[in-house]
C-alpha cells in the first residue's frame, strides 16, 4: 500500500527552541518523532484519541495495537494508572529507564481509549532521554508512542532512519543523535502478583529478577502485542541465523573477535560486549538490508543478559513472513 505523503516533515536538531515547537505541536494534536534511550518513538498526545489515532496512520498499522505512554515519573503515572507496590518497587528500581510496565487504568482515565486499543490497561514508562524528557515537559501531557518505524519495520535508532521511515507522515523530527541502549523497552505485566515477561528488552530479565523475583511467561490467550508476533522487525533480507560463516553472496552480522572474512560485514560488538551489540543491532541491520535483496548470516549471540531481546529480535527478524491481512 502507498500512501501519499501529507506532511512537509521537518527534521532538526533538538534544540531547546525546537523542543518547545515539537510540545507545542503535539498539544495540538500533530505528530512529533523524538529520541528515547531505547529506540526513536513517534508520538501523539496520549489523551486525544484522534492524534492517538494518526500515529496508527502514519506507521500503517493494520490494526489498533495497544501503545506505551510516556510520562515524567511515577507520579505522573499515577494520574493515568494505579500501581501496586510490586509494579512501584520496579519503577523506583528501573525509572527513568528502559522498562514498560502494563498496569489498570484508572476509571475514569484522561488518557485516549485508543492508546490500551480497547484493554483496560495501559503501558507506560519514564525515558530517561533527556530530549524525551524535556518534550514530555514541553508537551505538558503524557505522550503516547510506539516506535517511530512502519509497521513490521525494523526500529529506527537515528533521526535519519525515521526521516527514512516516515518522511511526509509526521510534523517535526527531533534529531538528539544515536539512541544509546538500541533496543526497545523490556515490557512486564502483572497477573495478581504474577509479575510477567511480555517484552524482553533494554532491561536485563536478570536486573529485573533482582528486584520483582522470578518473572513468569505470558499466559497464551494474552494479548497478542505487535513485539510478539513471529515476524517482526521484518528487514527486506532473508536473516540465517547463528551462521559460522558468511556463504557465497551473504553478508555478514558478525560478533565479537575474530569474525570470518565476508564481502560486507559489520560487527555488532568486535570485543564481545553485548550492550554495544544492542546498540548497533538495527542500525546494522538496515545498513546491510540496504546492500539489496541477499541473505544476511548472523553469528550467534551469548543468550544472556541483552543478548535475550537481541536474540528475540533476530528470531523474529528471521521467522517466516506473515501474509498481510
Ligand atoms: O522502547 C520502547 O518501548 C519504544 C520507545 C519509543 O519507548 N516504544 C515501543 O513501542 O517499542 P511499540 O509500540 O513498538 O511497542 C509497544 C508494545 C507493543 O508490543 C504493545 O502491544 C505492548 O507494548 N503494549 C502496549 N500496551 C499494552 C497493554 N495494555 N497490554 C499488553 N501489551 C501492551
Ligand atoms: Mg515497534
Known amino acids: ?191 495478581g502478583t504474577r509479575a510477567v515477561l511480555l517484552r524482553r528488552g533494554a532491561i536485563a530479565r536478570e536486573a529485573i529478577e533482582e528486584v520483582s523475583g522470578p518473572l513468569h511467561l505470558p499466559k497464551w490467550d494474552h494479548i497478542q502485542a505487535p513485539g510478539m508476533m513471529a515476524s517482526h522487525y521484518a528487514p527486506r533480507a532473508r536473516l540465517r541465523l547463528n551462521a559460522n560463516e558468511a556463504q557465497a553472496g551473504e553478508v555478514l552480522l558478525a560478533f565479537g573477535p575474530g569474525a570470518p572474512p565476508a564481502l560486507h560485514a559489520c560487527n555488532l560488538s568486535p570485543g564481545g560486549d553485548l550492550r554495544e551489540a544492542a546498540a548497533n543491532l538495527f542500525a546494522m541491520l538496515r545498513r546491510l538490508d540496504k546492500l539489496g535483496p541477499r541473505t544476511i548470516a548472523v553469528m550467534p549471540i551469548p543468550d544472556r543478559g541483552l543478548g535475550e531481546a537481541i536474540n528475540d529480535r533476530l528470531a523474529r527478524a528471521a521467522a517466516p513472513r506473515e501474509a498481510p491481512p
Open 1 to 191: 500500500m502507498t500512501v501519499t505523503p501529507q506532511t512537509a516533515t521537518r527534521l532538526t536538531m533538538a534544540t531547546d527552541k525546537a523542543i518547545a515547537e515539537a510540545g507545542a505541536a503535539l498539544r495540538a494534536g500533530k505528530l512529533v518523532a523524538f529520541p528515547t534511550e531505547t529506540v526513536y518513538g513517534l508520538g501523539a498526545n496520549a489523551l486525544d484519541d484522534y492524534a492517538v489515532s494518526a500515529i496508527f496512520a502514519a506507521k500503517q498499522r493494520p490494526r489498533f495495537n495497544p501503545l506505551i505512554v510516556h510520562v515524567h515519573n511515577q507520579e505522573e503515572a499515577e494520574e493515568i494508572v494505579r500501581f501496586t507496590p510490586q509494579a512501584t518497587k520496579l519503577a523506583e528500581a528501573f525509572w527513568p529507564g528502559g522498562l514498560t510496565l502494563v498496569l489498570p487504568r484508572r476509571q475514569p482515565s484522561p488518557l485516549a481509549l485508543l492508546v490500551s486499543a480497547g484493554l483496560d490497561t495501559a503501558a507506560i514508562r519514564a525515558p530517561a532521554h533527556p530530549i524525551a524528557r524535556a518534550l514530555v515537559e514541553a508537551a505538558g501531557v503524557p505522550i503516547a508512542a510506539p516506535s517511530a518505524n512502519l509497521s513490521g519495520h525494523l526500529s529506527p535508532t537515528t533521526a535519519e532512519a525515521v526521516a527514512e521511515e516516515l518522511d511526509g507522515r509526521v510534523e517535526m523530527i527531533l534529531d538528539g543523535g544515536p539512541s544509546l541502549v538500541g533496543i526497545e523497552s523490556t515490557i512486564i505485566g502483572f497477573e
